[in-house]
Nanobody, 118 residues
Framework: QVQLVESGGGLVQPGGSLSLSCTPS????????MGWYRQAPGKQRELVAL???????TYADSVKDRFTIARDNVKNTVHLQMNSLKPEDTAVYYC????????????WGQGTQVTVSS
């Protein structure tokens, strides 16, 4: 069973930066959309950023101009660079990849904690 492995979470002060990375534990034939989601305590999981296979990016309004998503189609990895972090960015961040197929298949990471606090 292929799983997504995330790394890079942690504790950072407001205004600081963190970088998250995600890669599959095994082979996925062809990946369409890659993305990051987050879930804060007591809240629903929400979209942070998406990037499709051609490189088109979508961001939540709350992270535009602060976060950057990037993918490597050779290594099947996705990264999230987070700058100017705010306390409200505190959440568990989840990586997602969608395998192209009929039917398509969703893969999720186990989540990595990001805490922004002084």
């Amino acid at each position: 069973q292929v799983q997504l492995v995330e790394s890079g979470g942690g504790l950072v002060q407001p205004g600081g930066s963190l970088s998250l990375s995600c890669t599959p534990s095994g082979s996925i034939s062809m990946i369409g959309t890659m993305g990051w989601y987050r879930q804060a305590p007591g809240k629903q999981r929400e979209l942070v950023a998406l990037v499709n296979r051609s490189g088109r990016r979508t961001y939540a309004d709350s992270v535009k101009d602060r976060f950057t998503i990037a993918r490597d189609n050779v290594k099947n990895t996705v990264h999230l660079q987070m700058n100017s972090l705010k306390p409200e960015d505190t959440a568990v961040y989840y990586c997602n990849m969608v395998e192209i197929g009929d039917p398509s298949r969703d893969y999720w990471g186990q989540g990595t904690q990001v805490t922004v606090s002084s």
